[in-house]
RNA sequence: GCCCCCAUCGUCUAGAGGCCUAGGACGCCACCCUUUCAAGGUGGAGAUCAGGGGUUCGAAUCCCCUUGGGGGUACCA
């Protein structure tokens, strides 16, 4: 039988970290075995839900490159799959018949407890030192009871009895767990008063009647999962293989919290993390291949990819080591597709006002060879090199004075570097032209070249930290360098 | 509280009884390259394999206990 899995979300907040790592791990899974990937909404949660966070998931998803086999209709897009619809608010059908059907067996009842009883039985239980548990109150009400409390007005909610008895399964990353139902909780809740099917219910009947053979997610799982194999079996279903993936951490080693972390995709990618670094690092973060390699495309990570191998400890987001990736990634683009993606980057800058124009493509192509190794992320290419894209930068006199000389000497180095510049230019404006003159006169005026250059450097753009210096210059031009070095001058001397 | 899970450098990890005086990567430090910054190269510091008992000729690897951490325990997902 091929693999079906499924990443679940529910779409109560943007596509987080850990849902997208748990998204890979199913994805790399069903891609290696030649199975079917899912895609489902768990939007039982009618409150927090909103469809606004759907299209974020989708479209998180989408840009990682995980795509599913079988999912929703959403933003226009058509449902896809045998078992539509894959929206849990318009299956509800499907939970009330299996709800009838636990209802008729005795497997399942009515329970009109207010949440003013439950509450009280919690804080006994709580004051006694047991763990607290449902008290079964209702679970032995006779039809004429429930009668007589239905035609109260009161509604019930749907209680599934859990019996006795020991729920054992051989978890693919744990290996055996076995949990004694008695510390289940009593009898639970598997439909709301109100009617609404709760999620340990429906991810059961979803599970089943989407015929899921693995079902891979977090760590935070584990100990419902005894709640589903009951289900499982009171409705008559086979009991699906399972894998429990270790948890995304906090850097305090807790779960992997918006409070004390970034999580959101969107946040990475607004920061110019590309897809193949977060991919890469989120499918590193809990397994290994086992060897060395550790710069993985999806297709290679697809192809070595074994669930087996994961691991069960907890892993620290590491954001530095994300960075590391990112830039090595960043790297292996070829130029036309960094600067696809080098754009947005850039016109945030000019939307934030950081700088005041936009460059063409090709002045972006020409700077290709001296940014690509410098950038971290995307974003940091406003910090690199937008010193081009502005009319005029801010310089001041401390930083325009290299650390050896004095401002008499950087006002020479400087005036002589222009008049240098200006004649070098004359026919064409080229590093290779540029070079060779400014060093014969740092040498002539017994100055370290790397002096001149730096005071040059702090000039025409304001920095101290820059891409090389002369392609620095010809990026900017020669009159704008002409310019930033008489303003420069005009600083120095106190104007 | 109760139940469950986990435990190798700061972090991500290799390691499935002898190849381990524990390997790699990120980060950190130094050096090389070099006009600055990166990138790249070389080297270094960094883990008594949480602790204690076993088993074994031999344990990071197997077993037990302790400790620590995490998760779950809702008419949330």
Redesign the pocket.
């Known amino acids: 039988m091929t693999a079906r899995v499924r990443i679940a979300p ?1 779409p ?1 907040g943007p596509l987080h970290i850990g849902t997208a790592r748990t998204a890979l791990y199913n994805y790399l899974y069903a891609r290696h075995t030649g199975g079917t990937f899912i895609l489902r909404l ?1 939007d ?2 009618r409150v ?1 839900s909103t469809v606004e966070f759907e299209r974020d998931i989708l479209e998180g998803l989408h840009w990682l490159g995980l795509d599913w086999d079988e999912g929703p209709e959403v933003a226009g897009e058509p449902a896809r799959g045998p078992h539509a619809p894959y929206r849990q608010m318009e299956r509800l059908p499907l939970y009330a018949a299996a709800a009838q059907r636990l209802l008729a067996d005795d497997l399942a009842y009515p ?5 003013e009883e ?1 509450d009280a039985d919690r804080r006994a239980q709580e004051a006694a ?1 047991e ?2 548990r ?1 008290v079964g109150r209702c679970a032995r009400l006779t039809p004429d009871e429930r009668r007589a409390r239905e035609a109260e007005g009161r509604r019930g ?1 749907l209680r599934f009895r859990v019996g006795e008895g020991v729920v054992a399964f051989d978890d693919v990353v ?2 055996r ?4 139902v008695a ?1 289940l ?1 009593g009898d ?2 598997i439909v ?3 009617g609404n099917p ?3 219910f429906t991810v059961v009947v979803d599970d089943a009647e989407m015929e899921m053979t693995d079902v891979i997610r977090g ?6 999962t005894p709640k589903h194999i009951l289900l499982f079996r009171a409705l008559g279903y086979g009991v699906p293989r399972f894998a429990h993936l ?2 995304i ?1 906090n850097p ?4 992997m919290s918006k409070r004390k972390s970034q999580t959101a995709i969107d946040d990475y990618i607004a920061q110019g993390f590309i897809k193949e670094a977060l991919v890469n690092y989120l499918a ?5 291949t ?1 060897t ?1 390699e ?1 710069i993985l495309s999806l297709d290679e990570l697809v192809d070595r990819f074994d669930l087996g ?1 994961v ?6 987001f ?1 954001r ?2 994300l960075e ?1 990736l990112n ?2 990634w960043i ?1 292996r683009l070829s130029a036309d597709d960094l600067i696809d993606r080098l754009r947005p980057f850039v016109e945030a800058e000019l939307a934030a006002g950081r700088i005041e124009r936009m460059p063409t493509d090709e002045e972006l192509r020409a700077l290709l060879p001296v940014i690509q ?2 950038l971290p992320t995307l974003g940091a290419v406003g910090d690199l090199v937008g010193f081009l894209w502005v009319d005029d930068v801010a310089v001041d006199a401390a930083t325009l004075v290299p650390k050896r000389w004095d401002a008499p000497t950087t006002r020479d180095g400087l005036t002589a570097a222009r008049r240098t510049i200006e004649d070098a230019g004359e026919v064409s404006f080229e590093a290779d032209e540029l070079e060779p003159p400014l060093r014969a006169l740092a040498e002539a005026h017994g100055w370290k ?2 002096d001149l ?2 005071a040059i ?1 702090v000039a025409v753009t304001g920095r ?7 392609d620095t210059l010809v990026a900017l031009g020669r009159e704008r360098v002409l310019a930033r070095l008489d303003r420069a001058l005009g600083v120095l001397d106190g104007r």
Not at 219 to 224: A, V
């Open positions: 529910s109560t768990e039982t949660d927090r329970c009109y407890c207010t949440p439950l030192h763990p607290p449902y909610a744990r290996g767990v076995e949990i004694d510390n909780g639970f809740v709301r008063a109100d709760l999620y340990h760590e935070d799982h584990l100990s419902n270790p948890l951490l305090d080693r807790t779960k590193l973060l809990g397994w290994s086992g060395e550790e191998a691991h069960k400890g907890g892993a620290v590491d530095e080591r590391w830039g090595q790297r190794e410098r070249a790397g250059f730096m450097r101290t930290a820059t891409p090389p210096l002369f």
